[in-house]
């Protein structure tokens, strides 16, 4: 399974952008997906992750101005930020749990995209 993110760019304080997180591969299914973060001089830190069955989570950081959310017949995640501040400037990487079939194994595993450049000026 290989992770593709992308849908970051250069926006104004204030504005909006969404990320895609599409998968591909061979046979496979997705569990729960994540989108993290990294900002200058910081650490990576969890976003927001939604589960297979849709239930959203969130840190209190982007409450009330991200969601997430999946297309699971696209094998697809997105990431709607809106109200975008300086302080969300970051490198934007998806993750997703999954299991794989081939020649009759069942893999699981986790796969990272990435990463996707967000720069939110003031």
């Known amino acids: 399974v290989q992770l593709q993110a992308s849908g970051g760019g250069l926006v104004q304080a204030g504005g909006s952008l969404t990320l895609s997180c599409a998968a591909s591969g061979s046979t496979f299914r997705l569990n729960g997906i994540g989108w993290h973060r990294q900002r200058p001089g910081r650490q990576r830190e969890l976003v927001a992750d939604i589960s297979s069955g849709g239930l959203a989570k969130y840190a209190d950081s982007v409450k009330g101005r991200f969601t997430i959310s999946r297309d699971n017949a696209k094998n697809t995640a997105y990431l709607q930020m809106h109200n975008l501040m300086p302080e969300d400037t970051a490198v934007y990487y998806c993750?997703?749990?999954?299991?794989?079939?081939?020649?009759?194994?069942?893999?699981?595993?986790?796969?990272w995209g990435q990463g996707t450049l967000v720069t939110v000026s003031s």
């Open positions: 993750n997703a749990d999954y299991w794989s079939w081939s020649s009759g194994t069942t893999v699981a595993g986790r796969e």
